[in-house]
């Protein structure tokens, strides 16, 4: 008996093909996100400057023109720590995303080549069932290490998200304090 006939093999290709083209979508739609987060970023960025220019220009004393700078400091690093935020978290999700559409095909994978096994058993010799039993260890030891590297992948992705927000969080504090201190220094 053929345990590898012609629709199985169609079936499998099917399902990798699938698999990548998955893939090849999440990683279109990644990069669609990363652009117009770098244009909205780029957009704002100018309508900033410029304002900030205008400011400059308007501004008498040198006084003016400390809390200009420091007040421009304010408003601009808010901003950047939102950027590397944002694209922290396209990032991240695209990461899982990718990962989720591994699993699946792993799983699937995984779950036809224990039928096959299974079938092959069923037509095998008694002389082959510890062969076979040992395949099927193999087999399930893959699986529980992939389950588990899979597991430690998304709490690894979600630890990363956790630090981030709060590495932001005391920058973003540590610039606020920064800003003050500088406004404090040029009101003098």
Excluded at 26 to 52: C, D, H, P
Excluded at 138 to 166: C, R, V
Excluded at 168 to 175: D, G
Aim: charged share 20%; no cysteine.
């Amino acid at each position: 008996m053929n345990l590898w006939n012609p629709e199985q093999n169609s079936v499998g290709q099917q399902a990798s093909m699938e698999a990548s083209f998955a893939l090849a979508n999440r990683t279109v739609e990644t990069f669609q996100k990363m652009i117009e987060l770098n244009l909205k970023t780029a957009r704002s960025s100018i309508t900033e400057t410029g304002e900030v220019v205008f400011e400059a220009l308007s501004g008498n004393s040198l006084q003016e023109w400390g809390a200009l700078h420091s007040g421009a400091a304010e408003r601009i690093a808010p901003q950047i720590q939102s950027y590397y935020r944002q694209l922290f978290a396209i990032a991240s999700n695209s990461q899982l995303e990718f990962a989720n559409v591994i699993n699946e095909y792993v799983t699937g994978q995984q779950r036809k080549l224990q039928e096959a096994i299974g079938g092959a058993a069923r037509h095998a010799p008694a002389a082959a069932e510890t062969a076979i039993t040992s395949l099927k260890s193999a087999i399930a030891a893959a699986g529980t290490w992939y389950e588990t590297t899979y597991k430690a992948t998304q709490q690894a992705i979600l630890a990363a998200e956790s630090n981030a927000a709060a590495v932001s969080e005391v920058v973003s504090k540590t610039t606020r304090q920064a800003a003050e201190r500088a406004a404090r220094a040029t009101s003098k």
